[in-house]
Structure formats: C-alpha cells, structure tokens
C-alpha cells in the first residue's frame, strides 16, 4: 500500500469517539495535526498526502468537530483544557512519545498546552495563523469575541452566532484570497464546515468553547516562556491577508524564537486551500533540517 495512502481511523478517548486521519511509515518522525475552528482534520486533506511519504502524519478532529463525538455541554466540558487532556490521552493510546507539531486556529491553544505538559516530547512546531501574542489578534474580529468574553448575555451571544452561519464561515475562508486565486478555493471546504456546525447542540457547544477563549490569552505569557526556554525550532506559514490572526502574530515568534522561521504567504486564514504545495515545501526544508530520520 503507498505511503501517502490515507487511513481513516477511531479510537475512544475518555468514553468519547475520536476520528483521526493517518498516513505513511509508522517508524517514521510524527507529525501531529491540530485543526482549528470551524473545521476539522478535513483542512488536512490535501497537505497529508504531501508529507506521508517521509513522515507519519496524524490530524485527529476535536471533540465537538468533524466526525469526532459531540457530547452535549452537560456531558463534556468544552473548554480548552479539557480539549488538551483528551488530545495529550490520544497521543498516548496511539504511543506517540515524540512529535512536531502543526498548529492552526483552535489547535495553536491545544497544542501549546501540549507542549507545556510535555516540552520533551514536542520536536518542532508549524503554526499557521495559530496564534500566540496579542498583537497576532485582528482588533475587528476579536470585538465580539472579546465582548462575549467579558460577559456573556443573549446580546453578546447573538454577535458571535454570525461567525457560526453559513456567510460566516464563507468570509473565514474567502477573506483575503487574491481574486487569482479564488478558484483554488473549494466550496466542499466551507460547506461542509457549515454543514456541520448546522447539528443539534452546536451552537451550545461552539458558544461555550469561544467563551472559554479568554483562558488561551491568560496562557500567552506561559506559551512565550515556553518558546523562551525551550528554543524549539518554529516554523510560520501564515495568511498574510487574514484578518482573524494577523501577521503580527507570525513575526512576534521571533521575539522569543530569533531563529523562527517566518514566511508570509499571499493569502488568508486557511492558506492551505490555496498554498498547500508552497507549505509542504517549506515544512519539508524546515523538518528536514530539524527531525531526526525514520
């Protein structure tokens, strides 16, 4: 069977499904890839097949996202803690003892605090408009976010309720797309995001894990400590033109990172629909230089 042939798994985690896509030798360096919101390992699908002839790639959805269980909110705490321990517990059923990591959205708070359980275990990182800084925060996107934050009432809720429509998830990914480079862009992309945030329980769910956001900016001085002292390698391939994490964000890391490596890529905030082949390059020549061969 070819290495890149993907493999679409499931294993139970705390009691709850979790679906996880999987590719190439398993003797080979781990790459662990975090999806971010509205999304799921489906953001993964061209990238996988580029990488798994010379890695083991591994891209789980969330619990509350894509094919994995979506719990209703009185049977799972959706916060960003929780989501980490289920993810760290995944890693250790599939007996991941190293991996870089690939962080986007969502997966940039995930896998951080991944990484600050277990530095040893983190060999690398790709953040790609995964945030960490607060100057990497677009000041007009995060209004109601930060509002709902702040206090939580049907007011503030019903702001943030636009991002989960159909619209709201189209602007997240044609947002800042060259108009050359709009047809790269596939519509199953947005639909199906859309298409599964439209299920029972949703909203309840999606509106208490961005509640919880404020938590991740607490973590920001932990995550550049981390950065600090651990000097792991970074690369950055970020959505020069994404409004949601700007590219602030992406050059901060070389405040705590000198040697971070930091591309900016003519696009917006789910680059992959439109640079997977570019990213692959680069994550190719920055792993290579960085992972120690299967």
């Keep these: 069977m070819p290495a890149h042939q993907v493999h679409h798994r499931t294993t139970t985690v705390r009691g709850h499904e979790v679906y996880y896509r999987e590719a190439g030798p398993a003797d080979a360096p781990v790459l662990l890839l975090l999806h971010g919101f509205p999304t799921s390992s489906h953001m993964f699908r061209d990238l996988i097949p580029l990488l798994a002839d010379t890695y083991r790639v591994i891209a789980p959805d969330h619990i509350g996202f894509g094919r994995s269980a979506t719990p209703a909110t009185a049977d799972f705490r959706y916060t960003f ?38 530095p040893d275990r983190v060999t690398a990182i790709v953040t790609q408009n995964g945030n960490a800084y607060e100057e ?20 503030t809720e019903s702001a943030v309720r636009e991002i989960y429509t159909l619209e709201g998830i189209t602007w997240q990914y044609l947002h800042g797309v060259p108009e050359d480079f709009l047809d790269l862009v596939s519509p199953d992309a947005y639909e199906h995001d859309a298409a599964r945030l439209a299920r029972p329980g949703q909203a309840d769910i999606q509106l208490d894990l961005i509640s919880d956001y404020g938590a991740n900016f607490a973590l920001y001085p932990a995550f550049q400590e981390y950065f600090r002292t651990s000097r792991v390698p ?9 409004e949601i994490f700007v590219p602030a964000g992406a050059l901060a890391f070389q ?3 000198p040697r971070a490596e930091v591309h ?6 789910f680059a992959l629909e439109t640079h997977a082949g570019q990213i692959a390059g680069l994550m190719r020549d920055f792993l290579g230089r960085h992972l120690p061969a299967a």
């Design 255 to 257: 405040r705590d990172l």
């Design 136 to 155: 990497g925060l677009g000041e007009r996107a995060w209004a109601p976010v930060r509002a709902l934050i702040e206090e939580r009432t049907p007011a």
């Design 81 to 118: 803690d929780e989501l980490a321990a289920v993810t760290e517990e995944f890693t250790e059923q599939l007996g991941l003892k190293e991996y870089a990591l690939y962080i986007q959205d969502y997966g940039a708070p995930i896998g951080l605090r991944l990484a600050l359980a277990h």
């Design 234 to 242: 970074l690369l950055a391939v970020w959505g020069a033109h994404d």
């Design 264 to 269: 900016l890529l003519p696009t917006g905030h």
